[in-house]
């Protein structure tokens, strides 16, 4: 588990972008938040160090967008496999 200084690192440095990622796919603040919270509650326990700034970047819009991706799945199903 990472401490409490690295989440409030990585929350500094991230959580701008992360925010406009998935309001760019959700296009709702409240869902917006909830992936938010679970993108970095999923940071938190992610135990393994990253190769470098680029990677732990990279890790987090990845991470991002397939929360985004699971809500969308969860509420519109037969959109989502139309639209993908």
Do not use: G
């Not at 409030?8 to 440095?13: F, G, L, N, T, W």
């Amino acid at each position: 588990m990472r401490s409490e200084r690295e989440v409030s690192q990585a929350i500094d440095k991230y959580v701008n972008l992360i925010t406009r990622i998935c309001f760019l796919y959700l296009k709702n603040e409240a869902d917006t938040q909830d992936v938010l919270q679970s993108v970095f509650l999923k940071y938190l326990k992610h135990d393994k160090p990253f190769e470098s700034e680029e990677h732990e970047k990279a890790w987090f819009i990845r991470v991002s967008i397939n929360a985004c991706k699971d809500i969308l799945k969860k509420f519109f199903p037969l959109a989502y496999r139309i639209f993908r």
